[in-house]
Structure formats: structure tokens, C-alpha cells
């Protein structure tokens, strides 16, 4: 038997859980999601005193997981969307016109748990998954869209260029939950 979705999304949470704020079944639009996270970095620079700040930045990452039995493209399409429709405004902007001042960088990302390993065409898609915004000629900062998925099946993964860094932590999970399954049989 392989790895269930159960299994690899609480591996995953817990090695997000080192740097982000996890809340499981959280809820976004009419879509309640098996676990959302959220990480924030202030970066500040001084002179002589905290009263003269030369310069601050913000930069976010907003998580949504996901479990699925398939990924076909209306599943991506309906990401995109999301993405556009409410993460960008709800935890980006939050209602306003503009991201709070010093507002840098907001990564939007899915991570999909998938049991089945989609077809070419929907593979080649999550590889073209791009969505980015602007804020005020940038100087706002802008928000970025990554897509990761994880076949469960092909014990695989995909993802768009602003993910391919989760790579190496999907396929290390693989391998973490199958070195678990083989201490319990021996």
C-alpha cells in the first residue's frame, strides 16, 4: 500500500511548522482547506537609533494545501482564480486598494496532494502556472504564484518555476514516510 494523503500532508505540515504559522482546516471563500500556512519576515535598517529607520521591508508567504484524488486543468484554472479572486485580495491587500507601506513581497502558493499523476497536458500546465501583481509600479511591492503538486501514485512531483524549490522537500518526504514504514515492518 503507498503513502495516503493523510500521511504525507502531516509530514509536510510539520516541516512547515519550523518556520510558519500552520492553521489546519481553515477557510477561504465557500472552500474550507485541510490546512493553511503563513510566514512573515520584517527586515529593517537603522542609523545610530530604532527613531531614524532608513529602511523596512515585508515579505509574506501564504499557503493553501490541498488533497485530491486528480488534477485535471479546470483544477488549475479554478487555482488561478482563487489566487486572483481572493488569497491577492483577503491576505494580501486585506480589503485595502494597496498592501501596507514597506510591503515587499507576497508568495501565494498551493501545494496539491494529488493520489493519481495527471496527464501531460495538465503537467505541462502546472509547469505554466504563472500569476503576478504589481502594486503601485512595484513600489508597493507585488505578489507571486507558485504551484506545487505531489502525485502520490508515482511518488512525484511538478511544479511552476516559482516552486521548483519545494522540489527537493516533496521528494525528501517520499522518502522520510518509506524509511518510517520499513522501521515498523522490521
Request: proline fraction near 3%.
Amino acid at each position: 500500500m503507498g503513502t495516503t494523503s493523510d500521511a504525507y500532508l502531516q509530514e509536510l505540515l510539520n516541516r512547515y511548522r519550523a518556520n510558519f504559522d500552520i492553521t489546519e482546516n481553515y477557510a477561504l471563500g465557500e472552500r474550507i482547506y485541510p490546512a493553511y500556512a503563513r510566514f512573515f519576515s520584517l527586515g529593517e535598517k537603522y542609523v545610530l537609533k530604532k527613531e531614524a529607520k532608513l529602511w523596512a521591508i515585508r515579505a509574506y508567504e501564504h499557503v493553501l494545501f490541498i488533497k485530491t484524488d486528480s488534477i485535471d486543468e479546470n483544477l488549475i484554472a479554478d487555482l488561478r482564480k482563487t489566487m486572483e479572486e481572493q488569497m491577492e485580495p483577503r491576505l494580501v491587500r486585506q480589503g485595502e486598494k494597496y498592501p501596507e507601506k514597506d510591503h515587499m513581497c507576497s508568495y501565494l502558493s498551493f501545494v496539491i496532494i494529488s493520489d493519481t499523476t495527471p496527464g501531460p497536458e495538465v503537467i505541462k500546465a502546472i509547469r505554466r502556472f504563472n500569476f503576478d501583481k504589481g502594486y503601485l509600479f512595484n513600489f508597493r511591492g507585488h505578489s507571486e504564484g507558485k504551484l506545487g503538486c505531489v502525485f502520490l501514485d508515482s511518488r512525484s512531483c511538478a511544479t511552476n518555476s516559482g516552486a521548483k524549490e519545494l522540489k527537493p522537500l516533496f521528494t525528501n518526504i517520499f522518502k522520510s514516510l518509506n524509511e518510517d514504514k520499513e522501521e515498523k515492518v522490521s
